[in-house]
């Protein structure tokens, strides 16, 4: 297979040229494309830090260490396989998540009708409700693997707002487009209002991994048991605060206690061969960031869900 096509400026260092994500080309033509980056920097959601509006930029230019990168522990060059673009970002709102939302669904939604798979990079979680709209809208109903410290399936966080970033999976099982028996969320931890938060999605059968159940299980098994929920097209939803704080440091809702980032390439990784037809990397806020720990991580993380993608159109 010959190279895929690349930015321009893709012979220069990492610190020059134009920033895209490893160096993709950045283009809307989805012709004969796999994979489309969709930046979404929206952070009007948040109830705690902002800033995440800043993530898909900073993502970026932290993954122009990984331009033509070999996977070592996948055994394959992720664009050497897929055809990925940089498809830049959505047209977000800042005042109103409303008009943001109806965007990133109308605008995503037309990328997942040409036949591309959506990576997309937030933004805070609030733009995973619009993202699973828009795939739903053509897949049905959808499997779910969801990496967080936090349910986000809360009813109401401000007053009588149904959306922000602690309620995407909540409205989402509301409106049907997520099938609660094949949803998994992994490194939920920390304290809640009540003991009755993490009960709403549990009742209807939304399977739960805590860090404690990582720590009694092991990795290994904490996979194993990941996978046996995922039948059919999933979407993977992927909050880096799933890191620990000491990984992780720049985002929303810190919470101590998650997982390495060994340990977050391991789960992702542990996605090979599933039936994956979309996936965001969100809550990545670098203000708060310290060297770029966490954008870092985060284009690593994005990286590492290409690879699985690519093993997957392989056939591996």
């Not at 898909?56 to 990168?69: D, H, Q, T, V």
């Not at 060994?262 to 542990?270: D, E, K, N, T």
């Not at 806020?285 to 690519?310: K, M, Q, R, W």
Request: contains cysteine.
């Amino acid at each position: 297979m010959t190279a895929p096509e690349s930015a321009p400026g893709v012979e220069l260092a990492p610190f020059a040229g134009i920033a895209s994500f490893m160096r993709s080309p950045v283009t809307r033509d989805l012709a004969g494309v796999d994979v489309a980056v969709v930046g979404i920097p929206f952070d009007g959601g948040t109830s705690f830090r902002s800033g995440a509006r800043f993530g898909p930029r900073r993502i970026r230019e932290a993954s122009l260490m990984l331009w033509g990168g070999y996977n070592n522990a996948l055994a394959l060059k992720p664009l050497d396989v897929l055809k990925v673009v940089d498809y830049g970002d959505v047209n977000v709102i800042p005042p109103s998540i409303d008009r943001t939302m109806a965007h990133i669904e109308a605008e995503v939604g037309a990328v997942v009708a040409a036949g591309a798979t959506v990576v997309a990079l937030g933004g805070d979680h609030s733009v995973t409700l619009p993202l699973l709209r828009a795939h739903a809208r053509k897949l049905g109903q959808l499997g779910v693997v969801h990496f967080d410290a936090h349910p986000d399936t809360w009813d109401r966080e401000f007053d009588e707002q149904p959306y922000s970033h602690g309620t995407p999976f909540r409205r989402g099982i509301e409106e049907g487009i997520i099938d609660p028996s094949r949803y998994v969320q992994v490194g939920l931890r920390g304290p809640t209002s009540g003991a009755g938060d993490w009960q709403w999605a549990r009742e209807r059968g939304v399977r739960a991994i805590t860090m404690e159940d990582v720590a009694e299980l092991g990795l290994p098994a904490v996979v194993r048991t990941m996978r046996e929920a995922l039948r059919g097209p999933v979407y993977v939803s992927l909050d880096i605060d799933a890191a620990d704080p000491a990984f992780a440091p720049a985002t929303g809702t810190p919470e101590v206690g998650g997982f390495t980032s060994q340990q977050m390439l391991q789960l992702v990784r542990g996605l090979r061969g599933v039936e994956i037809v979309g996936c965001d990397l969100v809550e990545v806020c670098p203000p708060y960031d310290h060297g770029d720990i966490t954008s870092i991580l985060a284009a690593n993380l994005a990286f590492e869900l290409l690879s699985v993608l690519a093993v997957r159109r392989r056939g591996g």
